[in-house]
């Protein structure tokens, strides 16, 4: 049976509310046989879903398993353009990889690839990234924004706050940004943003912004060298977080801020990011290629760019560090 005819099914059962579907009537709505719903219910039951079947009344969804793939993504995906191209994986060595693999094949903008487990996840300065297996969000987002190059780096910030305001959509809790790129629960981290640029001098040609989500590891699924600056939404939460949930909330935030961005600039945004911000007007210590500067972070620039006050008085810029808040 067709993807698109296991889509109109799994669509039908939702939208049934609970309610029964009787076979005939599935299959005079989707246009095939009872059989063949029959046969792709059994399917839809060994992927994970429970689903009630009574006689003379029909089939409804009971449970569905909290897989991303492309049908859980969509079903109730509250966008136009982000994430409706889905490419999804089981196991991937990483989701950037391929992101820029497709992107360089013309790949549309708003195209997300999305495993449930990557062998050689990373982060920034080809770090790496554990990525258990159904536990966290391992993406990769394609973008094509009509921008000059020296833009990209405020995509970290709007990524950010896309995931912030989710986090809190779902569960209540408001995390805290660490610049420039790292989302933390009481100073320990739980999602790390790499964003990639690939442009022309005047031109950007396409952006890939990889997410590490840790969403329900508890704490022996992390490796032991992490496990004192590591956390997950689940650890913070005191209980499990749909990933699918989770997932539509933050592509449907990043939808609307970067839509703000492109007709207002970042300046509209730059309020919302520093509300989930706690260095500033705190003692950090900024590790760059060039060396440490060591003063009080005094927020950022219109484009992104942190500034911190050394003890001398004197304004540095920052545009990429490993940022450390002194106690």
Same mark, same amino acid.
């Given at each position: 049976?067709?993807?698109?005819?296991?889509?109109?099914?799994?669509?039908?059962?939702?939208?049934?509310?609970?309610?029964?579907?009787?076979?005939?009537?599935?299959?005079?709505?989707?246009?095939?046989?009872?059989?063949?719903?029959?046969?792709?219910?059994?399917?839809?039951r060994k992927s994970g879903f429970e689903i009630e079947a009574i006689r003379k009344k029909g089939y409804r969804i009971i449970h569905k398993p909290d897989q991303l793939s492309e049908n859980e993504i969509l079903m109730?995906?509250?966008?136009?353009?982000?994430?409706?191209?889905?490419?999804?994986?089981?196991?991937?060595?990483?989701?950037?990889?391929?992101?820029?693999?497709?992107?360089?094949?013309?790949?549309?903008? =708003?195209?997300?690839?999305?495993?449930?487990?990557?062998?050689?996840?990373?982060?920034?300065?080809?770090?790496?990234?554990?990525?258990?297996?159904?536990? =966290?969000?391992?993406m990769s987002l394609i973008l094509r924004p009509q921008l000059p190059p020296e833009k990209a780096p405020q995509f970290t910030l709007i990524t950010a706050i896309a995931i912030a305001r989710a986090i809190e959509e779902?569960?209540?809790?408001?995390?805290?940004?660490?610049?420039?790129?790292?989302? $933390?629960?009481?100073?320990?981290?739980?999602?790390?943003?790499?964003?990639?640029?690939?442009?022309?001098?005047?031109? !950007?040609?396409?952006?890939?912004?990889? !997410?590490?989500?840790?969403?329900?590891?508890?704490?022996?699924?992390?490796?032991?060298?992490?496990?004192?600056?590591?956390?997950?939404?689940?650890?913070?939460? =005191?209980?499990?977080?749909?990933?699918?949930? $989770?997932?539509?909330?933050?592509?449907?935030?990043?939808?609307?801020?970067?839509?703000?961005?492109?007709?207002?600039?970042? =300046?509209?945004?730059?309020? !919302?990011?520093?509300?989930?911000?706690?260095?500033?007007?705190?003692?950090?210590?900024?590790?760059?290629?060039?060396?440490?500067?060591?003063?009080?972070?005094?927020?950022?620039?219109?484009?992104?760019?942190?500034?911190?006050?050394?003890?001398?008085?004197?304004?540095?810029?920052?545009?990429?560090?490993? !940022?450390?808040?002194?106690?």
């Amino acid at each position: 049976m067709s993807t698109s005819v296991k889509k109109q099914l799994i669509a039908a059962l939702f939208e049934a509310n609970n309610e029964f579907l009787s076979g005939q009537a599935l299959a005079e709505m989707i246009g095939c046989s009872r059989t063949a719903i029959w046969k792709q219910i059994e399917e839809l039951r060994k992927s994970g879903f429970e689903i009630e079947a009574i006689r003379k009344k029909g089939y409804r969804i009971i449970h569905k398993p909290d897989q991303l793939s492309e049908n859980e993504i969509l079903m109730g995906l509250e966008t136009s353009v982000l994430g409706r191209n889905i490419l999804y994986f089981d196991t991937i060595d990483s989701t950037q990889n391929k992101a820029n693999e497709v992107a360089r094949m013309d790949a549309p903008e =708003g195209t997300i690839v999305i495993a449930e487990e990557q062998t050689s996840g990373r982060g920034r300065m080809a770090r790496e990234w554990h990525s258990s297996k159904h536990k =966290g969000i391992w993406m990769s987002l394609i973008l094509r924004p009509q921008l000059p190059p020296e833009k990209a780096p405020q995509f970290t910030l709007i990524t950010a706050i896309a995931i912030a305001r989710a986090i809190e959509e779902v569960t209540g809790k408001e995390p805290e940004i660490k610049w420039p790129n790292d989302i $933390l629960f009481h100073g320990k981290k739980m999602t790390g943003i790499l964003t990639e640029l690939h442009s022309e001098a005047d031109k !950007i040609n396409f952006i890939i912004i990889g !997410i590490g989500l840790n969403v329900n590891q508890e704490m022996p699924d992390f490796p032991e060298e992490v496990r004192e600056i590591a956390t997950s939404l689940a650890i913070e939460n =005191g209980k499990k977080v749909s990933r699918v949930i $989770l997932l539509q909330h933050i592509l449907k935030n990043f939808e609307k801020y970067y839509q703000l961005y492109l007709e207002k600039g970042f =300046g509209t945004l730059k309020v !919302i990011w520093e509300s989930y911000v706690t260095s500033i007007g705190k003692s950090i210590i900024a590790r760059t290629i060039s060396g440490e500067i060591v003063g009080k972070a005094l927020g950022i620039t219109e484009e992104g760019v942190l500034k911190i006050q050394d003890a001398e008085g004197q304004i540095h810029y920052v545009y990429s560090a490993d !940022i450390e808040i002194k106690p």
